[in-house]
Structure formats: C-alpha cells, structure tokens
C-alpha cells in the first residue's frame, strides 16, 4: 500500500483568480522544493491538483515524516499529512481497504469518520462515511461524532482515496515571493522576528536590516535570530542581514539632540536610513516591530510626529500595533524563535530622565536637523551577511 504526503492549501490561495491562482501555486511548490532541499527532505515528487498537493517519492517513512514537518512550516500551506492512498473498485471494497488501514486505529475507542468525496461517483459523502464506520464499527466502543477519540478521515478523488488520522497544521498564509520584497527593522529582540514572520507570511520575501547602535556584539543576536528564522521559515530565496554602523549618529544624538527627544530622534534616524536603502535597493516597504504603546517611543502620539516631520517615500508597515507584549512572547514561541530572541541584550538607551510622549512634529524635525548630515552618511555603508 503506498503513503504519500497530502497537504491542504491555505484557502485565500485557492479562492485567487484564474489568472492569479497558477501563479501562487507555482510559487508553492518553488518554496517547497527549495524547503526540502534546505532541509534535506528525500521525497522525489511535489505537485498540486484540485487545491491539494500532493508528495511522492519519499525514500522512507522518516522521509514522509519529516516532509510534513517542513510543510507545516511552509507559507501557504494550511496543514500536512501522512496518507495512504488506497485505489479501490467500489464502496465496499474501499470500506474493507480503509478497515485494514485504521482497524489498529480505533480499537476499543470511540471513532467517528470524516469522509469527503470529489468528482464523479456513485456515492456520496454521507453515503462513504456511513459504509467506512460501519466497517470500522466491530472493532471499536462506538461512533461518536461530536467528540470522538478517534478520527479516521477519508478523502476520495476520482477512484484514488487517502486515508489518515489527523493533519498537522501549518501556517497559512500567501507563498513567500508573490507579493514583492521588504525590509524588516531587526534588532533581534522579541518584537522584530515576529513582524519579519507577520509580513513573510503575506507572501513577501523578507531580508533584515540592523542597526549597531552601542556595540558590534549586538551583530552577534542579530544574526543569531535572523538564522534561525530564516532556517524555520524563508524559504524560497536566500534572505540576508544587512548591518548599518548607527554608533555615529547616536554619539551624535547623545551630544546635540534635545534629551527628551533623543529616542524619538533615533527611531526617525532608522526610518530614514531604511527608506534610502529600500529605494536603492528595489525593496517596496519597510516594517518595524513597533507596538503602539509599548514604549515611550511608541505612543501613538510620537507615531504622528515621527510621519509628520519626515514623510516617507515607501510604506512603513507595523505589523504588530495592536499586540500586546503576552501576544508578541507568544507568537516567537509559536515561530520557535523565543529562546535565542529573549537572550538579546539592550546595548543603547539613549535618553535619561523624562521621555517625550506627545511630541511636537515641528520640535521633532528641528532635533532631527541638527544630526541629519550623520545620518546621510551612515545611510551609504553597511555590510552584508547571508542568513542560509
């Protein structure tokens, strides 16, 4: 009997047009090929048809195994499994065939089967779940339907059927690639993997920008949790860290700018630098970890005064503005990136004593004015690190 990996494609990517829909689904099967191989995946064969995709040719069931692990962490892909696929002459036949399979399954316990039928057949849905479970029925302690031990699902497409117990759930989303490029502010603290997921996950290829604002250690944490992001989740093209010395501008702002708006200065410093690097480098938008609220810099009200006193020629996304820090913690623990993350260091607190929380976008610009020559020069040099 031969098992094989099915996999549901996340929904919105089946809903696109006609136009559109092939070319997210090759995109699909681009990032996955290229999972697998990153991953070391030996399964030979990756195609979709009729919004499933289907894997083939694995070496062994380790291989099965660890090709549905890859898959769950693969954007556009709602979840993956391990089926057998069961060729079948009739109803019966396929109710004796998926006996054989799930018998072990519910032994003892109560089952319910989820069959669900495509194409042209003789039966219906409710007519193969009715036929399976009643094949199934001696060997277990009984159907239950709302809350069963044991679920045997049952897809079944066009004299083919697949058989498994449960998918493992993956991320959804658009594939990596069909929505452009962006940089994404990354510090490697909590907050800045999690945006770099938020917008990967809408089909965007993602490569970071750091900024070394005290110490050249903090590379170290960045590159640390942009690999493995990239490792559990870019797939689909070579994503890279690219390093920007920021030392002189904050021994610049520490030295000239107003106290009380020294952090807010900073964070302009980085808008700026990131929309020059992304006009140069084709990038179409920058995102920031920025949470409103979260911190002085962060009010909503500094918000306003930071896109007031320097427009921005490319769109600033914040992915996480309406999160909270529990919702932030755990979503790096969801993309599996917490541990690494939480260990990164605050290398540079600027300002001392009262903070600006309302700030005034003229005042702002002023600030920013007297550190602006710094900032165009380190907007010029930085280095760059491939994350895979």
Request: hydrophobic fraction near 45%; include cysteine.
């Amino acid at each position: 009997m031969d098992t094989v990996v099915l996999a549901s494609i996340a929904g919105e990517i089946v809903l696109k047009s006609d136009r559109t829909r092939p070319r997210f689904e090759r995109r699909l099967v681009k990032n996955i090929v290229d999972a697998f191989r990153r991953e070391g995946v030996e399964c030979s064969d990756v195609w979709i048809e009729a919004a499933r995709l289907y894997v083939s040719g694995c070496r062994n069931y380790d291989a099965l195994e660890k090709a549905v692990d890859t898959l769950s962490r693969v954007f556009g892909i709602h979840g993956a499994t391990v089926a057998h696929l069961v060729r079948y002459k009739s109803l019966d036949d396929l109710a004796e065939r998926v006996k054989e399979i799930a018998g072990e399954w519910v032994r003892g316990k109560k089952f319910a089967v989820r069959a669900r039928r495509s194409g042209v057949e003789e039966f219906t849905s409710l007519d193969a779940a009715r036929v399976i479970g009643a094949a199934l029925y001696p060997l277990s302690a009984g159907v239950d339907l709302e809350n069963p031990e044991v679920e045997v699902f049952v897809e079944i497409r066009g004299g083919k059927a697949y058989v498994y117990r449960e998918m493992r759930r993956g991320p959804d989303g658009l594939p990596i690639g069909v929505e452009g490029r962006a940089i994404v502010l990354f510090s490697g603290g909590l907050d800045s993997p999690a945006a770099a997921w938020m917008a990967a996950k809408r089909g965007i290829e993602v490569d970071l920008v750091h900024y070394v604002l005290a110490s050249p250690l903090s590379i170290a944490d960045a590159l640390r949790v942009g690999k493995k992001l990239a490792r559990l989740w870019l797939y689909g093209y070579r994503p890279r860290l690219y390093v920007f010395d920021f030392r002189p501008v904050t021994a610049a702002i520490a030295g000239m700018v107003d106290n009380s708006y020294a952090q807010i200065v900073l964070r302009l410093a980085m808008y700026v630098v990131a929309e020059k690097f992304a006009l140069a480098m084709g990038y179409d938008a920058v995102y920031t970890g920025e949470s409103v609220g979260q911190v002085s810099s962060q009010t909503l009200k500094n918000l306003y005064a930071l896109a007031r006193a320097h427009p921005l020629k490319v769109p600033l996304i914040r992915p996480l503005a309406g999160l909270d820090k529990e919702e932030i913690v755990s979503l790096t623990r969801r993309i599996g990136v917490y541990e690494e993350a939480a260990r990164t260091k605050e290398y540079c607190q600027l300002a001392r004593g009262l903070v600006a929380t309302r700030a005034d976008p003229d005042k702002l610009a002023r600030e920013y004015a007297k550190i602006e020559g710094i900032v165009e020069l380190t907007a010029t040099r930085y280095i760059e690190i491939p994350l895979v």
